[in-house]
């Protein structure tokens, strides 16, 4: 079965071609960072427009390299949800489009199952049931995972998300967009202990999590840094590696709980976060010492790609319709979906 996967939810064009058999045979990703980082953060209007110029080229380009004939495809997975309205109806619209044309079933994918499922694409895959990690830009949540659709929500955030704290301490300490990958990098040149911030919820007993006040902690130290004078670049290094680190302290603490809680064996860690260095390396460590095992997703597939919905879209084939109708979700929860 070969599946055409469209990725359209925010500011990255992602198109793949997956195969059951042979699995993933071609993927494209166009970043829109450079086109919003004047903006300092994501304007959906520009967004949409620009996945409308991409989106084809992309497909056209996928199917070459997986030397298939989009006539030959087997279906047409798109992301219906949750992500930007407008953003999502352009690739929603272009594969229903294609669908109607080329007689084929279409189906839409939630853009969190796809991002859950990313691991599979890699070597070696984890079977279920497995503890989930989701840490994305927007959502940092655990999951009971029994089977595909089959998620137990057991862990959310309060307040902000991990990857939306990075990208808000990123722009406290003046970092240019996209703020999380430019904080990590400056954390790399941080030394250890020479400031303090708080460990949110890290004692709290439960699966819960809340960084919002980590962030208001670091505002609070730069004011008081920028009262004596500019923050110098070592200064700015110290805070960024104590951040990093007080993140990762949490998120390792929670997933560590949720496996001894839920009996599981393997913890899958999906979504941008997810390719943090510190976190993997830490949680590699924590989760060999129990007997366990854990797996991340390629880092090219941590972010938004077309590869994860390709390869949902397999799963969910059976689901498909063909009929043309389509919509879109901006609001979708993902223990929502039925199971596959």
Same mark, same amino acid.
């Given at each position: ?6 990725? @359209?939810?925010?500011?990255? @064009? ?16 166009? %970043? ?60 929603? %619209? ?76 990123? @722009? ?41 006040? *980590? ?30 680190? &007080? ?5 390792? &603490? ?23 260095? %510190? *976190? ?44 043309? &109708? ?15």
């Amino acid at each position: 079965m070969r599946v055409l996967g469209i990725e @359209t939810s925010c500011d990255e @064009t992602g198109v793949a071609v997956y195969d059951t058999a042979a699995g993933l045979l071609a993927h494209r990703l166009h %970043s829109q960072v450079d086109l919003h980082a004047r903006y300092g953060g994501v304007v959906p209007e520009l967004a949409s427009r620009d996945h409308v110029r991409r989106l084809i080229p992309l497909i056209e380009e996928v199917a070459a390299e997986a030397g298939t004939r989009l006539a030959d495809l087997d279906g047409i997975a798109y992301t219906e949800g949750p992500g930007l309205a407008g953003a999502l109806l352009v690739g929603a %619209s272009v594969a229903n489009a294609l669908g109607f044309a080329l007689g084929k079933p279409v189906v839409g994918i939630h853009h969190l199952e796809g991002h859950l499922l990313s691991p599979l694409l890699a070597e070696p895959r984890p079977d279920f049931p497995f503890v989930a990690l989701l840490v994305s830009g927007g959502h940092s949540q655990l999951y009971e995972v029994a089977g595909v659709g089959r998620y137990t929500l057991i862990g959310d955030t309060l307040d902000d998300a991990a990857g939306e704290a990075f990208d808000k301490t990123a @722009t406290l300490l003046g970092l240019p967009y996209p703020g999380g990958p430019a904080l990590a990098k400056l954390a790399e040149s941080g030394r250890a202990g020479v400031v303090t911030l708080p460990r949110p919820m890290i004692d709290s007993g439960d699966l819960m999590m809340s960084f919002s006040g *980590l962030k208001t902690a670091v505002l609070t130290l730069v004011r008081k840094r920028e009262a004596g004078g500019a923050l110098d670049a070592r200064t700015k290094a110290d805070i960024a590696a104590e951040f990093e680190q &007080a993140v990762v302290d949490v998120l390792c &603490a929670k997933a560590i709980r949720a496996l001894d809680r839920s009996g599981a064996s393997r913890l899958v860690v999906a979504g941008g976060v997810g390719a943090n260095r %510190s *976190l993997r390396e830490r949680l590699k460590r924590e989760v060999a010492r129990r007997g366990a095992e854990v797996y991340f997703p390629d880092l090219v597939f941590c972010t938004d790609n077309g590869a994860m919905i390709a390869l949902a879209g397999a799963m969910r084939l059976a689901q498909a319709r063909s009929d043309g &109708a389509f919509t879109v979700r901006p609001r979708w929860a993902l223990e929502s979906l039925p199971a596959a």
